[in-house]
C-alpha cells in the first residue's frame, strides 16, 4: 500500500498535462417506453480533474444518477441510448465494447452507492466480496493475495480486526462499517474515479462526518479524481470543489462550490437554499419551499424546465422562460460560472430579495 | 388539477390562512396552496413575494404554557429471548430508560438522536403502539401508560401520528376520502352525510383538490402522500401530533413545503407536536425546545439557543459538529469537528455509569461508576453530565459530587447526603444548579 | 440449529399423531361399517348382519374407539397379532396393519411400492430443475424480448391444462398416434435391478409428462425469481466491480434466485414421493400412489392409513429439509 500512492500521484502530474481525468460533453441519455422516450439526461458537460472532488446536486429525476451511472456504463445498453461524449483518462467510454469497458469499471473508476445494505450481496462474506472485485482486474494474483488485499483495504478504511471481520456477512456489520467496507471495495483497485451516489444518506450524522472524513482522507492519499452525488448542500459545501446543479435532466448552474453557494444566479439554487434549514442560521430565517413538484420527464416543460414552479419569472419579460430554453451561460463573474437563467440581473435579484428572507444575518457580509 | 376558477369559492368556507388577515392575501395562500398540490398547475402569478410570505421562520417558544403531555421516568425494555426449547428471557434491549420531559400546550419539542437511542420507540409509547415497562405519561389528566387498550381508544382521538413513510403508511386500496374519513366513522364524531364535506375540509386545510377525496394514494406524489396523512392525523382535531421523521422520506424541495404546512397547523389548531427526526437543522427550525437523546436516555434538554449554541453535553456537541453547514462554502474546506469513534454500542448491555462514556473524551472514573443525573443548570436547560459545560470550557473535576454525595472518583464519601431533589422532574424548576458556584440559584 | 430440529421434530410427531387420529375417526364413523368391504369380499357379495358382526368382533369394531386406536399406535411399537375373521396374522413391529384385501402386511406392501414412486420421482425433479432452471434464467436474462414472451405465454397454456388431461394426451399422442416406439414399453414397472434399460424405458413416458408440465412451473418460479435479483442493487455493485456477465448472471443473480425456487422444490419433491397418483394411475405403474387409489376404493382402511401417514411423514421431513437448507443457503436467516 506504501508505494501505490507515489505511483499514482506520478501518474496524476502527467494526466494534468493531458486535461481532466473524467471529460463529460453533451451528455444524452434517453430510455424508450411505451408512452414515449423519456429523455433523463441531455446536453451535459462537465469535468473532473485528479484529487478534486464535483458535487452534483438535484432531486429525484434531476438526471444525477443517471448520469453518473453513464460514465460506469452501467445502463442496459438495450434499454437505454446514449450520446455524447464521455472520456475516461483519455478513453472514450461512449459506445466502447463491453469487455474493454469492463476492463475501465471498478478498476480506473468505481462507485459507491447509497444503501450498502442493499448494494452488497447477502450471501456473501464481505471479503469474498472485496477479493472478488480485486481478483477481476489482477488475474495473475492468487487467492491468498487477495485476501491480503482485502484485509488491508478493511484496515484502511477503519474496520476494527480486519482479520476477523473479513470473514463476516454484510448484515453482521452496523450501517457505517457497511458503508466503510463499500469504500473499500471500491478503492481496492486504486481508482483514478471514485463516483459515490448518496453515500452518507441513510446514515446517522455522526457516522456520515467518519464517512465523509474517511473519503477525503482517501482522496488525499490516492489523488482519484471525485465526484459526489447528493441533496444535501451541507455535503456539497464541506467536499466538493465543484458543483454541478441539475433540473430535469440539465444542467442548470455549474461552476466552483463557493460561487454556486455564496453566489448563485439560479431560481432553482436559491430553491435549494432556502427550502433546507441550516444548523447555524439565523432563527429569523424564513424558510421558502419551492412549489409544486419535480417535472415529468416524459412531458417535460416547455422552454425552461423549471418555469412553471419558478417564483421569479415574472421578472423576465414576455413569455421567454415558457417559450424559451435559456442558454447555459456565463454569469456575472465569468466564465467559470455557468448558469441557465434568463433573468437579467440574477445576482441583484438574490442578495436583494432573496438573501433578507432567508439569510438576514449574511445579507451585510455580502454585500 | 387543472387552473382552478372556483379557487376563490372554495375558499370561503374554510379557514385556511386564517393568520392572513385581508382577503386579497387570502386567495393568494389558497393559490400558493394549490401551487404545493400538483405541478401540472399552470401559475401565472406566482412572485417571490407572495411565496416567501407563505414561508416561515423557526417556531418561537412560549414558556408560560402548561404541559399538555408530562412524560415521567418513561420506561420500555423489550425482552430478548434465548434460542432453545424453552425460551427464556436472557436480557432485555433498554430502548427507552427512564426519561422525562413535557410537551407545552400547542408547542413544540424536538426528540433527536442517531438511530437506536429510543426516540422513535418513544415516539410509539406516547400513542400507545407499545405499553410501556414503566413510567408515566400523563396527558388530560390520565396516565397514558396505565389504560387499557379499550380506555385508550377514546383518547387516541387527542393523540395522533404521523409517519416516515408516506409510501407504506396509507392504505393502497383505500381512497384517500376514506383514509381520511375513517378516523371520524370509527369515533362516530359526526353523521354520515358531514364526513365528506369535512374530508374536503381536512384537504383543503393541507393544500390538496378537495375534489380528489376519491382517488387513491397512488395517484399522489410523495409529499403530496404525506399530506394526506397529515389530514388523516388532523381529522379529530387532536391535541398533540406525534410526528416520526415526517420528512426525511421526501425530496429537499417538498420537506419545506410539509414543514411550513406543519407551522401553519400548530398555529391554527393549537397542536401540540413531539417532533421525532434525526435532522437537527430541522428540528431546531421546528421545535423551540429540544431533547437531545443517547442510548435510552435524555443526555441533555433545553431551549433551542441554549442546546444549538451552547451545549453542555459532549454527546450534543459532537453531534452538532458533525452536522455539514452550507455556510461553510465561503470558507471552504471541512469543518472543526468532535470526532466520534467507534460505533453505539448495544442497548442489551449498554455501559455502566454514563452510558456515553466509551466515546467521551472526557470521560473518567466517576463516569464509569456514577450515572450523572439529569440536571437543571440553567433556566430551561437541563445535561446528563459529570463535566458538563461549554464546549473548550469543561470543568476539570466533577460538578456532580456534592449532588451525589461521592468524591472526585464516584466513590461514596462517607457520612454524605445526597441531595437529588428536583433531579428526576420532566419539567423545569424555578431554581437551579450553577455550575460555577455550585449552588442552587434562581431567576 | 440442533434445538430447532427438536422443536420441528416434536412437532411434527403432533401432526403425524393428529393426522392419524382424523383418518381412524374418519372411518369409524364413516357411513358403513369399516368391516363391511371385507365382509363383502370374504363372502362374494353375500354378507348378512350377522355375518357383519362376526367380522367386526373380530376386527375390533365393537370395542370403543379410543382402544381400538390405542392398539393401533401400540403396533407401531410393539409385535402384534392381528385377527381377521378365523385367520391370524403375524405383524411385526412398526406394523401398520394387515391389508383388508391381499392380507399381506401393509408395510412391506408399503416398502415394495417405494421403487416405483421413488423412481417416478427422482426422474420427474430431476426433469424439473434440468430444464425448468436453466430456461427459467435464460428468460429472465432476455425478459421483455419476444422469444420471453412466447416462451412464458406458451408455458402458461400448458400449467393450465388439467396435469391429468395433459398427461392422458401425453400418453394417447406418443404412444398411440405416433407410435413412438422409445415410449411402448410404458406402464410396466420393473425394478433397476432388473436391468436400467427396462426400467429406463418403462418410466420414460410418465417422466416425460411430469417434467414437461413440472419444468413450465419451475421455468416461471426462475424466470420470476432471477427477474427480481438481477433488478437488486448489489447486482448492479457487481456490475461496477467489472465483472463478467456470466459471473453477474450465476454467480450473483442465481444465486439469490435459487433460494426461492428451492423452497418450492423442496416441498414438491416431498409430493412426488408421496405417491403421485395421477401419473401412476394414467401410466399404470403401480406405486404408492396407484396403490393409494385402489385403497380408497376398497375402503382398505390399514392401507389407507398406511398412504396418509407415509404422506404425512414424508412432507414433514421434506419441510424440516427445506427450513435447514434455507438457513445454509441465506446465512442472515438463522433457524430458532
Given at each position: 500500500m506504501t508505494s501505490i500512492p507515489m505511483t499514482q500521484s506520478s501518474a496524476a502530474e502527467t494526466s494534468e498535462v493531458e486535461g481532466p481525468f473524467l471529460q463529460v460533453e453533451d451528455l444524452k441519455v434517453t430510455f424508450p417506453t411505451e408512452d414515449g422516450?423519456?429523455?433523463?439526461?441531455?446536453?451535459?458537460?462537465?469535468?473532473?480533474?485528479?484529487?478534486?472532488?464535483?458535487?452534483?446536486?438535484?432531486?429525484?429525476?434531476?438526471?444525477?444518477?443517471?448520469?453518473?451511472?453513464?460514465?460506469?456504463?452501467?445502463?442496459?445498453?438495450?434499454?437505454?441510448?446514449?450520446?455524447?461524449?464521455?472520456?475516461?483518462?483519455?478513453?472514450?467510454?461512449?459506445?466502447?465494447?463491453?469487455?474493454?469497458?469492463?476492463?475501465?469499471?471498478?478498476?480506473?473508476?468505481?462507485?459507491?452507492?447509497?444503501?450498502?445494505?442493499?448494494?452488497?450481496?447477502?450471501?456473501?462474506?464481505?471479503?469474498?466480496?472485496?477479493?472478488?472485485?480485486?481478483?477481476?482486474?489482477?488475474?495473475?494474483?492468487?487467492?491468498?493475495?487477495?485476501?491480503?488485499?482485502?484485509?488491508?483495504?478493511?484496515?484502511r478504511v477503519g474496520i476494527p480486526q480486519p482479520d476477523r471481520r473479513v470473514d463476516d456477512f454484510p448484515h453482521q456489520f452496523s450501517g457505517g462499517m457497511r458503508q466503510r467496507a463499500m469504500i473499500a471495495m471500491g478503492l481496492i483497485n486504486d481508482p483514478s474515479l471514485l463516483i459515490a451516489d448518496e453515500p452518507t444518506t441513510a446514515l446517522d450524522v455522526t457516522v456520515q462526518a467518519q464517512i465523509l472524513d474517511l473519503l477525503q482522507d482517501l482522496q488525499r492519499e490516492f489523488n482519484s479524481a471525485v465526484i459526489i452525488i447528493t441533496h444535501d448542500l451541507g455535503v456539497i459545501a464541506e467536499m466538493a470543489d465543484d458543483v454541478l446543479v441539475m433540473y430535469a435532466g440539465r444542467c442548470v448552474e455549474y461552476g466552483s462550490t463557493k460561487e454556486i453557494l455564496v453566489a448563485p444566479e439560479m431560481p432553482y439554487t436559491w430553491g435549494l437554499l432556502s427550502s433546507v434549514p441550516d444548523v447555524t442560521a439565523s432563527t429569523d430565517a424564513r424558510l421558502i419551499p419551492i412549489p409544486g413538484?419535480?417535472?415529468?420527464?416524459?412531458?417535460p416543460p416547455t422552454g425552461c424546465p423549471f418555469h412553471p414552479r419558478c417564483v421569479h419569472s415574472d421578472k423576465v419579460p414576455g413569455d421567454l422562460c415558457r417559450t424559451t430554453l435559456p442558454e447555459l451561460l456565463p454569469a456575472t463573474s465569468g466564465p467559470a460560472h455557468l448558469k441557465r437563467c434568463h433573468l437579467a440581473d440574477p445576482l441583484k435579484v438574490y442578495r436583494t430579495e432573496v438573501l433578507p428572507e432567508i439569510a438576514p444575518d449574511l445579507v451585510e457580509e455580502t454585500r | 388539477m387543472t387552473q382552478d376558477p372556483n379557487a376563490e369559492t372554495q375558499v370561503q368556507p374554510t379557514e385556511v390562512g386564517a393568520n392572513a388577515a385581508e382577503a386579497g392575501e387570502r386567495q393568494l395562500t389558497a393559490e400558493a396552496s394549490d401551487a404545493y398540490g400538483t405541478h401540472e398547475v399552470g401559475i401565472d402569478n406566482l412572485d417571490?413575494?407572495?411565496?416567501?410570505?407563505?414561508?416561515?421562520?423557526?417556531?418561537?417558544?412560549?414558556?408560560?404554557?402548561?404541559?399538555?403531555?408530562?412524560?415521567?421516568?418513561?420506561?420500555?425494555?423489550?425482552?430478548?429471548?434465548?434460542?432453545?426449547?424453552?425460551?427464556?428471557?436472557?436480557?432485555?434491549?433498554?430502548?427507552?430508560?427512564?426519561?422525562?420531559?413535557?410537551?407545552?400546550?400547542?408547542?413544540?419539542?424536538?426528540?433527536?438522536?442517531?438511530?437506536?437511542?429510543?426516540?422513535?420507540?418513544?415516539?410509539?409509547?406516547?400513542?400507545?403502539?407499545?405499553?410501556?415497562?414503566?413510567?408515566?405519561?400523563?396527558?388530560?389528566?390520565?396516565?397514558?401508560?396505565?389504560?387499557?387498550?379499550?380506555?385508550?381508544?377514546?383518547?387516541?382521538r387527542d393523540v395522533q401520528m404521523i409517519f416516515q413513510d408516506p409510501y407504506t403508511s396509507l392504505n393502497p386500496r383505500h381512497t384517500v376520502g376514506t383514509i381520511v374519513g375513517a378516523p371520524l366513522e370509527v369515533h362516530k364524531i359526526v353523521p354520515k352525510n358531514k364526513v365528506l364535506p369535512r374530508v374536503q375540509e381536512l384537504l383543503e386545510v393541507v393544500g390538496l383538490n378537495p375534489e380528489h377525496y376519491n382517488r387513491y394514494p397512488n395517484e399522489f406524489s410523495g409529499g403530496q402522500r404525506q399530506r394526506i396523512g397529515i389530514a388523516r392525523a388532523l381529522t379529530l382535531n387532536p391535541k398533540l401530533l406525534v410526528a416520526d421523521e415526517p420528512v426525511s422520506a421526501l425530496d429537499v424541495s417538498i420537506q419545506a413545503q410539509v414543514i411550513n404546512l406543519l407551522q401553519d397547523i400548530q398555529a391554527e389548531f393549537e397542536v401540540a407536536f413531539l417532533f421525532i427526526a434525526h435532522d437537527l437543522a430541522i428540528v431546531r427550525h421546528f421545535c423551540p425546545e429540544i431533547a437531545v437523546m443517547y442510548l435510552g436516555k435524555i443526555v441533555e434538554i433545553g431551549d433551542r439557543d441554549t442546546i444549538y449554541n451552547h451545549p453542555h453535553h459532549p454527546y450534543t456537541q459532537a453531534l452538532l459538529s458533525a452536522v455539514p453547514d452550507v455556510k461553510q462554502a465561503a470558507v471552504g474546506g471541512r469543518r472543526e469537528r468532535i470526532r466520534l469513534e467507534g460505533d453505539v454500542p448495544s442497548p442489551i448491555n449498554p455501559p455502566s455509569g454514563c452510558r456515553f462514556r466509551t466515546r467521551c473524551q472526557f470521560a473518567q472514573e466517576i463516569c464509569a461508576k456514577v450515572e450523572p443525573p439529569l440536571l437543571q443548570i440553567g433556566k430551561r436547560h437541563k445535561a446528563a453530565c459529570h463535566f458538563a459545560g461549554e464546549l473548550g470550557a469543561h470543568p476539570a473535576t466533577p460538578v456532580t459530587t456534592q449532588l451525589l454525595g461521592v468524591d472526585d472518583q464516584g466513590s461514596p464519601v462517607p457520612g454524605a447526603t445526597p441531595t437529588n431533589t428536583q433531579l428526576t422532574i420532566p419539567g423545569y424548576e424555578k431554581t437551579w444548579y450553577d455550575l460555577k458556584t455550585k449552588q442552587t440559584t434562581g431567576a | 440449529m440442533f434445538?430447532?430440529?427438536?422443536?420441528?421434530?416434536?412437532?411434527?410427531?403432533?401432526?403425524?399423531?393428529?393426522?392419524?387420529?382424523?383418518?381412524?375417526?374418519?372411518?369409524?364413523?364413516?357411513?358403513?361399517?369399516?368391516?363391511?368391504?371385507?365382509?363383502?369380499?370374504?363372502?362374494?357379495?353375500?354378507?348378512?348382519?350377522?355375518?357383519?358382526?362376526?367380522?367386526?368382533?373380530?376386527?375390533?369394531?365393537?370395542?370403543?374407539?379410543?382402544?381400538?386406536?390405542?392398539?393401533?399406535?401400540?403396533?407401531?411399537?410393539?409385535?402384534?397379532?392381528?385377527?381377521?375373521?378365523?385367520?391370524?396374522?403375524?405383524?411385526?413391529?412398526?406394523?401398520?396393519?394387515?391389508?383388508?384385501?391381499?392380507?399381506?402386511?401393509?408395510?412391506?406392501?408399503?416398502?415394495?411400492?417405494?421403487?416405483?414412486t421413488f423412481s417416478i420421482a427422482i426422474g420427474g425433479a430431476f426433469l424439473y430443475l434440468l430444464f425448468g432452471v436453466p430456461i427459467g434464467v435464460a428468460a429472465a436474462r432476455r425478459r421483455g424480448s419476444v422469444a420471453d414472451k412466447a416462451l412464458v405465454s406458451s408455458f402458461l397454456f400448458i400449467s393450465s391444462i388439467p396435469y391429468y388431461l395433459f398427461a392422458l394426451l401425453t400418453w394417447l399422442y406418443l404412444t398411440i398416434t405416433f407410435e413412438i416406439p422409445l415410449f411402448s414399453d410404458t406402464g410396466y414397472f420393473s425394478p433397476i435391478s432388473e436391468g436400467p434399460w427396462k426400467w429406463f424405458s418403462g418410466l420414460l413416458l410418465a417422466w416425460v409428462a411430469l417434467g414437461i408440465f413440472g419444468c413450465t412451473q419451475y421455468t416461471r418460479f426462475t424466470r420470476g425469481a432471477m427477474v427480481e435479483a438481477l433488478s437488486e442493487d448489489y447486482i448492479r455493485t457487481a456490475k461496477s466491480k467489472g465483472l463478467p456477465a456470466r459471473t453477474i448472471v450465476y454467480k450473483h443473480g442465481l444465486r439469490a434466485a435459487l433460494v426461492p425456487v428451492v423452497t418450492i422444490f423442496g416441498i414438491d419433491f416431498g409430493t412426488l414421493l408421496a405417491g403421485t397418483i395421477f401419473t401412476e394411475r394414467i401410466f399404470e405403474i403401480q406405486g404408492i400412489g396407484w396403490w393409494s387409489l385402489e385403497a380408497v376404493y376398497g375402503k382398505d382402511l390399514p392401507v389407507v392409513m398406511a398412504t396418509a401417514l407415509f404422506s404425512a411423514v414424508v412432507l414433514i421431513t421434506a419441510n424440516l429439509l427445506v427450513d435447514i437448507v434455507y438457513s445454509i443457503l441465506d446465512p442472515r436467516v438463522r433457524l430458532s
Open positions: 422516450p423519456i429523455t433523463a439526461v441531455s446536453g451535459l458537460s462537465y469535468s473532473v480533474e485528479k484529487g478534486k472532488t464535483l458535487g452534483i446536486v438535484g432531486e429525484s429525476g434531476s438526471g444525477k444518477s443517471v448520469s453518473s451511472m453513464a460514465v460506469m456504463g452501467l445502463h442496459d445498453a438495450k434499454s437505454a441510448r446514449i450520446s455524447g461524449s464521455i472520456r475516461v483518462g483519455g478513453t472514450e467510454v461512449v459506445g466502447l465494447g463491453e469487455s474493454r469497458m469492463r476492463a475501465l469499471r471498478g478498476n480506473s473508476m468505481a462507485m459507491i452507492f447509497q444503501d450498502a445494505l442493499a448494494a452488497l450481496h447477502p450471501f456473501y462474506k464481505i471479503g469474498a466480496q472485496l477479493e472478488e472485485a480485486y481478483l477481476v482486474h489482477h488475474s495473475s494474483a492468487s487467492k491468498r493475495d487477495a485476501r491480503r488485499k482485502a484485509i488491508e483495504m478493511l484496515d413538484n419535480p417535472p415529468s420527464l416524459l412531458r | 417571490f413575494a407572495a411565496v416567501a410570505e407563505h414561508g416561515h421562520a423557526a417556531s418561537e417558544l412560549d414558556p408560560d404554557a402548561p404541559a399538555v403531555l408530562t412524560v415521567d421516568n418513561l420506561k420500555m425494555y423489550f425482552p430478548v429471548k434465548s434460542s432453545g426449547v424453552v425460551r427464556r428471557t436472557i436480557g432485555h434491549v433498554q430502548a427507552v430508560d427512564g426519561i422525562s420531559f413535557e410537551v407545552p400546550k400547542g408547542g413544540s419539542i424536538g426528540l433527536v438522536g442517531e438511530s437506536g437511542c429510543g426516540k422513535s420507540t418513544t415516539g410509539r409509547l406516547i400513542t400507545r403502539l407499545y405499553k410501556p415497562t414503566g413510567g408515566s405519561m400523563m396527558f388530560a389528566d390520565q396516565d397514558l401508560a396505565k389504560l387499557s387498550n379499550s380506555e385508550m381508544k377514546p383518547l387516541r | 434445538a430447532y430440529v427438536v422443536k420441528r421434530l416434536i412437532s411434527g410427531v403432533l401432526v403425524v399423531t393428529l393426522v392419524s387420529m382424523a383418518i381412524f375417526l374418519l372411518f369409524w364413523y364413516g357411513p358403513s361399517s369399516p368391516a363391511q368391504p371385507i365382509c363383502d369380499r370374504e363372502t362374494s357379495n353375500r354378507c348378512t348382519q350377522a355375518k357383519l358382526a362376526v367380522y367386526e368382533k373380530t376386527l375390533g369394531y365393537d370395542n370403543p374407539v379410543y382402544e381400538e386406536y390405542g392398539k393401533f399406535v401400540k403396533g407401531i411399537f410393539i409385535d402384534r397379532t392381528l385377527t381377521i375373521a378365523s385367520s391370524e396374522y403375524e405383524c411385526t413391529a412398526p406394523c401398520l396393519g394387515v391389508s383388508f384385501r391381499t392380507k399381506q402386511p401393509v408395510k412391506e406392501e408399503l416398502i415394495s411400492r417405494m421403487p416405483a
